[in-house]
């Protein structure tokens, strides 16, 4: 079992930055990719950053350049970095792992509690 707890969400400057970081327990955790999605009311929840167990990374056409997904295997953690963020950028943010098989990424099917990100113009 995975457990997810982001942290780092608040209110921003359109132009500013955050870090988000997602702390992650359970035994499995290296093994896992793991992403970012976020949630606009109103809205569907849409991938923002995904990142495997060797690292690669993959990001939306909106955010592509602006913000960067990482890893900490050692201290269990998932970063976002966004910079430049935009209004449009406002929702809650969540953290996000799936299982590998065969090295492939399976559906993510553990989550946090998510992380409220607000851009004023």
């Known amino acids: 079992q995975v457990q997810l707890v982001e942290s780092g969400g608040g209110s921003v400057q359109s132009g500013g930055s955050l870090r988000l970081s997602c702390a992650a327990s359970?035994?499995?955790?290296?093994?896992?990719?793991m992403g970012w999605f976020r949630q606009s009311p109103g809205k569907e929840r849409e991938g923002v950053a995904l990142?495997?167990?060797?690292?690669?990374?993959t990001y939306s056409d909106s955010v592509k350049g602006r913000f960067t997904i990482s890893r900490d295997n050692a201290k269990n953690t998932l970063y976002l970095q966004m910079n430049s963020l935009k209004p449009e950028g406002t929702a809650m943010y969540y953290c996000?792992?799936?299982?590998?098989?065969?090295?492939?990424?399976?559906?993510?099917?553990?989550w946090g509690q998510g992380t409220q990100v607000t851009v004023s113009s």
């Open positions: 996000t792992a799936a299982p590998r098989y065969l090295g492939m990424c399976q559906a993510y099917q553990y």
């Open positions: 359970g035994p499995t955790y290296k093994l896992m990719c």
């Open positions: 990142i495997d167990g060797l690292s690669a990374t």
